[in-house]
């Protein structure tokens, strides 16, 4: 059973800086995962923000970035907002089972 | 605009059947891979499965714990994704979301798996 870990949760001042990072039970994380980071806000579906280690949508505001970091995947935010407050999610693809696994959520308070 | 819609969620006893359909719309739904992703209430998000298009030879491949009870399926004609869920369990009681490409997502349908 393959497990996506993820930090339970992270407490960032406004206008200040956080790094979320994804790691796989199955060793490290490269480009070859595709990983993607998801925001979701109470109540709300699951809105895409990374995909592809770090290519943003057209609606991914410019203080988001994805990264490789250390052998995990990683999502920093600067110049975090008070909107920014909500759990954040990554998705990685294992190509050798054709599936994906979310890893276990990250949620960000800004404070 | 890209939008996707999901319909068709509900109560249904444990053993039952159930089938979700996702309506697309702003895109050419034939040119997308389409996935299914389910959150049990208070719980994180889960990947349930994704149907290729055809021309990438319409497979599908789905989550371990779903895999021989769930089948999902495409219309194309109809824009339309499906998941058909039979011998359903307590456990999969879960908003249902349909999402293309893992970048537009609906806004979810309720199931509920309760005797």
């Known amino acids: 059973q393959t497990v996506v870990t993820q930090e339970p949760s992270l407490t960032v001042s406004p206008g200040g800086t956080v790094t979320l990072t994804c790691a796989s039970s199955t060793g490290a994380v490269t480009s070859g995962y595709y990983p993607n980071w998801f925001q979701q806000k109470p109540g709300q579906a699951p809105r895409a923000l990374i995909y592809?280690?770090?290519n943003k949508h057209s609606w991914t505001p410019a203080r988001f970035s994805g990264s490789l970091l250390g052998g995990k995947a990683a999502l920093t935010l600067s110049g975090v907002q008070p909107e920014d407050e909500a759990e954040y999610y990554c998705?990685?693809?294992?190509?050798?089972?054709?599936?994906?696994?979310f890893g276990t959520g990250t949620k960000v308070t800004v404070l | 605009e890209v939008q996707v819609v999901e319909s068709g969620g509900g109560l249904v006893k444990p053993g039952g059947s159930l089938r979700l359909s996702c309506a697309a719309s702003g895109i050419t739904f034939s040119n997308v891979w389409m996935s299914w992703v389910r959150q049990a209430p208070g719980k994180g998000l889960e990947w349930v499965g994704r149907i290729k298009t055809k021309t990438d030879g319409g497979t599908t491949d789905y989550a371990a714990p779903v895999r021989g009870r769930f089948t999902i399926s495409r219309d194309d004609s109809k824009n339309t994704l499906y998941l058909q869920m039979d011998s359903l369990k307590t456990e999969d009681t879960a908003v249902y979301y349909c999402?293309?490409?893992?970048?537009?997502w609906g806004q979810g349908t309720l199931v509920t798996v309760s005797s």
């Open positions: 998705l990685l693809y294992y190509g050798g089972a054709q599936s994906y696994v």
């Open positions: 999402t293309s490409q893992h970048s537009t």
């Open positions: 592809n280690t770090s």
